[in-house]
């Protein structure tokens, strides 16, 4: 029943919580919450609450870019972040949430990952981005991107001694070139939203999810949903991101 | 991508293998190619092979995984071992994870589920050899399938990729280009409608280029549509 309501405001151009279309809920981002870990963020948009720490690390580099540093991001559906998750390994949704999150960052260039090489072919800095859900209530993809480059921007690197790593001192900051934010635009019949809640994209017929670089460059894209979008559609939701984008660079 | 070609991948209008910009790879669909299943079909671009077998409609068990009301789809991509250069681990990595669920998304639009209650319907794509465009290659062989097994379709499902190679917008990406270029967006749309069921899209582009990319991919595709039916026809014309 509360489906059918939430559904039947949105197609009105009305939302629950009494906000427009195109509007964010409250956003706050806190930096540097776990100690522990060489950068972290929490962001919470509304009721969802997501922490992402940054672990780096040493590693070997891939054959085919022997002179790059390494990304890699995880996430987790923690249990106690919703009634809907389940403990075990990543399922589909982590998983696509996880690739979309990295490839933002990696397409946007956002870390200069040559300067994380130690010896080319040999030992490179690894990044580990893990994203943790505290709370789901929708939007999990913006509000990770978000984190996700919160604790990037505060990552430091450990001091190496003898090629050791010594994370009691943690030395510059990383080299970071570029800020991706990634913006979900829904679509529910005609119209078009921002910063769905769980229970608007329980209704939603489509999204589109944009990582948009400071100078209005697009550097990644995804649809999800289950509805297919006309040409119009994807050009006015790839609009609406740019817009709102600049929004959630000012916060940063 | 993110990797920088020392040379131009694109010289006096010519791509590497002689393509022109707006030039899809010879293109080869067979449907009908795994007897035990209720529909299969095989489609290369180029080097690129995809084969898609359909097992279903069928009971879905356990029963608690039905639904009442309408079937479900459940999609698998796989690269086989011997696909590309170097060997690919058996066992569905992260990328193939959200390779099959864009796939199953882009295809679940052209059917309609709601005719078989309780039902699961299987998806299975094995890229038998990698040459770029994978995933949109799958969802053109996995169309086929559908078709092939009957299943009452809006529209079939076309898969095709477009992108930016040195300055040049280009059609189909091989595997090569993919790795050098600017930005890679595959698409799937069904075509009557140009319904738009799979976006993706890595690298860095203008908002102007992505739309004229998503253009351009919309109008070569319908040369992917017409191929597709020629396929089946040629199954059930004889």
């Known amino acids: 029943m509360r489906h059918d309501y939430v559904l039947k405001l949105l197609e009105s151009g009305e939302r629950l919580d009494g906000r427009k279309l195109d509007e964010f809920r409250d956003i706050k981002i806190e930096v540097d919450t776990i100690e522990r870990a060489e950068g972290s963020a929490r962001v919470k948009i509304g009721k969802t609450d997501i922490i992402v720490g940054i672990k780096m690390d040493l590693g070997e580099p891939f054959p085919d870019v022997p002179n790059q540093g390494m990304l890699r991001t995880g996430a987790e559906f923690s249990p106690i972040a919703s009634p809907e998750f389940n403990p075990g390994p990543p399922g589909e949704d982590a998983t696509e949430l996880a690739r979309v999150v990295d490839r933002g960052i990696r397409e946007s260039e956002c870390i200069d990952l040559e300067k994380l090489c130690l010896k080319p072919g040999e030992q490179v800095w690894t990044m580990f981005v893990d994203i943790h859900m505290m709370n789901h209530d929708g939007n999990l993809i913006d ?19 003898d090629g050791k790593i010594n994370r009691e001192k943690l030395k510059e900051k990383l080299p970071i070139k570029h800020i991706p934010i990634t913006v979900t635009v829904g679509k529910i019949s005609d119209k078009f939203l921002i910063d769905p809640t769980k229970e608007e994209e329980q209704v939603l017929d489509s999204k589109l999810m944009v990582a948009v670089m400071e100078d209005g460059k697009i550097c990644a894209m995804q649809k999800s949903g289950d509805q297919g979008l006309s040409e119009e559609e994807t050009s006015r939701m790839i609009d609406l991101a740019i817009k709102k984008s600049k929004e959630i660079r000012k916060l940063l | 991508m993110g990797m920088k070609s020392k040379e131009k991948m694109i010289v006096e209008g010519k791509r590497l293998d002689g393509r022109t910009p707006d030039e899809i790879r010879e293109i080869e669909m067979k449907v009908g190619v795994i007897p ?3 529909g299969s079909a095989r489609v290369s671009f180029g080097r690129t092979t995809a084969v898609a077998a359909v097992y279903g409609p069928r009971i879905l068990h356990p029963r608690r995984l039905q639904e009442p009301d309408t079937a479900i789809i459940r999609c ?9 250069d170097e060997r690919i681990r058996p066992g569905s990595s ?3 994870k959200e390779i099959s669920k864009v796939t199953r998304l882009a295809l679940e639009p052209a059917l309609f589920l709601e005719k078989y209650p309780e039902t699961v319907i299987d998806i299975y794509i094995e890229i038998i050899q990698a040459d770029g465009s994978t995933r949109v290659t799958g969802i053109n062989a996995a169309s086929l399938a559908l078709a092939d097994a009957g299943a009452p379709m809006r529209d079939l499902v076309v898969g095709l990729a477009g992108g930016k190679l040195d300055d040049t917008i280009i059609i189909d990406l091989c595997g090569k280009e993919d790795n050098y270029s600017v930005a890679d967006i595959p698409i799937a749309f069904l075509p009557r409608k140009n319904e738009i069921t799979l976006l993706q899209m890595d690298g860095q582009l203008n908002p102007d280029e992505v739309k004229t990319i998503v253009k351009n991919v919309l109008n070569a595709g319908k040369k992917v549509y017409e191929k597709q039916k020629e396929a089946l026809k040629k199954k059930y014309h004889k």
């Open chain 1, 143 to 161: 509000v990770s991107a978000l984190a996700a480059v919160a604790a990037l921007m505060r990552t430091k690197m450990p001091e190496l001694e």
């Open chain 2, 36 to 38: 035990n299943a209720n």
């Open chain 2, 76 to 84: 698998r991509y796989n690269m086989a071992p011997f696909s590309v």
């Open chain 2, 94 to 96: 992260r990328r193939e």
